[in-house]
C-alpha cells in the first residue's frame, strides 16, 4: 500500500518561503511520476508542479519562477519549495505519486496559508 505523508505546512507572512516535505513509504523509483497539488476553499483541486522519473518538470503558470519541486530517491522524499509566497497560494497541498495503471495515489495534505 503507498502512503504519502505530508510535512512543513503552516501560517506565513505574504512574501515569505516554506518547504513541502513528502515522504513516501515506496521508492520513488517505482512511480511514473510525483507532483504536487493544491486545493483552495470553494475550487477544485489544481496541479502545482510535476516531476517524472525521466527528470521532467512542470510547474503551473502561478507558480514558475517561485516554486521548485525536486527529489531525494534515496530517501524516498520529494519536496516543494515555495518562494515569495501570496495570499493567492493558501490551500490545502498534496503530495501525489502515479504508477501506470494505478493512476495516482495522495497524501492526507498539508495546509499552507499566507497572510496578507
Known amino acids: 500500500q503507498v502512503q504519502l505523508a505530508e510535512s512543513g505546512g503552516g501560517l506565513v507572512q505574504a512574501g515569505g518561503s516554506l518547504r513541502l516535505t513528502c515522504a513516501a513509504s515506496q521508492s520513488l523509483f517505482s512511480f511514473n511520476a510525483m507532483g504536487w497539488y493544491c486545493q483552495a476553499p470553494g475550487k477544485e483541486r489544481e496541479l502545482v508542479a510535476t516531476?517524472?522519473?525521466?527528470?521532467?518538470?512542470n510547474y503551473a503558470n502561478s507558480v514558475k519562477g517561485r516554486f521548485t519541486i525536486s527529489a531525494e530517491y534515496g530517501k524516498n522524499t520529494v519536496y516543494l519549495q515555495m518562494n515569495s509566497l501570496k495570499p493567492e497560494d493558501t490551500a490545502v497541498y498534496y503530495c501525489a505519486a502515479n504508477r501506470t495503471g494505478l493512476g495516482w495515489f495522495w497524501g492526507q495534505g498539508t495546509q499552507v496559508t499566507v497572510s496578507s
Open positions: 516531476l517524472t522519473r525521466g527528470g521532467i518538470i
